[in-house]
């Protein structure tokens, strides 16, 4: 069953657009899901579902610049002028603290993939007290210190020159125009995204995913990749919060495993003491559209109904 469609406005005014499922008669919890980049809520209701016949109460969104959010602000590809990043956070916050009062008594846990799992990173560091776990798919530390400056810069001089809505080509290319060359002989543009070739298909046949987005919503990017990684940041996260990071050993955007097992460690020499990491082996960036999607999704309510030590 597909969840519900609905309306939520932020403080700012923007009107986002969210889908919740239907609350079973004896609800466990509640589940927030952060989708990535250049994609949409909509990829997530098959997980949706799997949480809703668990018992659990879903809820997913399509964060500014995407999906129906996107489309009905015009501005595809563009989280917000000024700190956009700051925003999209702020709209996490306020769609938990929302879920929060509606059912007070339930446990609420937050999973964020790609470009969701970074904006979930940065909801942990900054309001940890609101989640009860939270989970990190596909995520990445970004490129190094030097090339992060110099995209920072170029990010800068792109909205310069053609605004900061305008579409980047060159930043694309620059985040990841890498990513394909791991698997050639290439098939598409996008076999980076799965092993399965139907997910990659149905990726590229979808008329909201995979578009360029605007040098504003790299500059916030790169910005947010930044916060994420900042080692004096990670050490707000409460000590004993319960975090797990899942991606697939040949993820590129997660530096084959490395980068994920990097932010791994410094999230626990910043003092976090309850991180699980769990790498798939063969599997690539999106794992949970994967073939064998359902080892996945078993060990993400494994992870939520574990109990705490």
């Not at 990749?225 to 050490?235: G, P, S, V, Y």
């Amino acid at each position: 069953m597909e969840p519900i469609k609905n309306i939520f406005y932020a403080s700012d005014g923007a009107r986002i657009t969210y889908y919740q499922t239907v609350c079973p008669p004896e609800p466990k919890g509640l589940v927030l899901i952060l989708h990535g980049m250049a994609e949409h809520a909509a990829r997530y209701f098959e997980l949706a579902d799997f949480f809703c016949s668990n018992n659990y109460i879903v809820t997913t969104y399509d964060q500014r610049g995407h999906g129906q959010t996107g489309q009905d602000s015009g501005e595809l590809g563009f989280f917000s002028s000024g700190n956009g990043w700051e925003r999209v956070v702020q709209d996490v916050k306020e769609i938990s603290w929302s879920l929060r009062e509606s059912y007070p008594k339930l446990p609420l846990f937050l999973i964020g993939h790609s470009m969701g799992s970074v904006i979930a990173r940065s909801a942990v560091i900054s309001f940890a007290n609101v989640y009860d776990r939270a989970v990190f798919v596909g995520t990445t530390t970004g490129i190094n210190g030097f090339m992060l400056k110099m995209a920072r810069l170029i990010a800068r001089q792109e909205i310069r020159k053609n605004g900061e809505k305008a579409p980047s080509e060159l930043l694309s290319a620059l985040s990841f125009g890498s990513y394909n060359k791991k698997f050639k002989p290439n098939r598409t543009a996008f076999d980076w995204l799965s092993l399965n070739s139907e997910n990659v298909d149905a990726y590229l046949q979808d008329p909201l995913c995979g578009f360029t987005c605007s040098s504003g919503f790299y500059r916030d990017l790169f910005f947010g990749i930044q916060f994420a990684t900042n080692e004096a940041n990670l050490q707000n996260i409460p000590p004993d919060f319960p975090m797990l990071f899942l991606s697939g050993a040949n993820d590129p955007v997660g530096g084959m495993g490395k980068e994920v097992k990097q932010i791994v460690q410094l999230t626990k020499n910043a003092g976090a003491k309850n991180v699980e990491l769990v790498l798939y082996p063969l599997l690539r960036h999106e794992i949970l559209h994967e073939a064998n999607r359902v080892l996945v999704y078993r060990d993400l309510l494994r992870f939520l109904e574990a109990p705490r030590f």
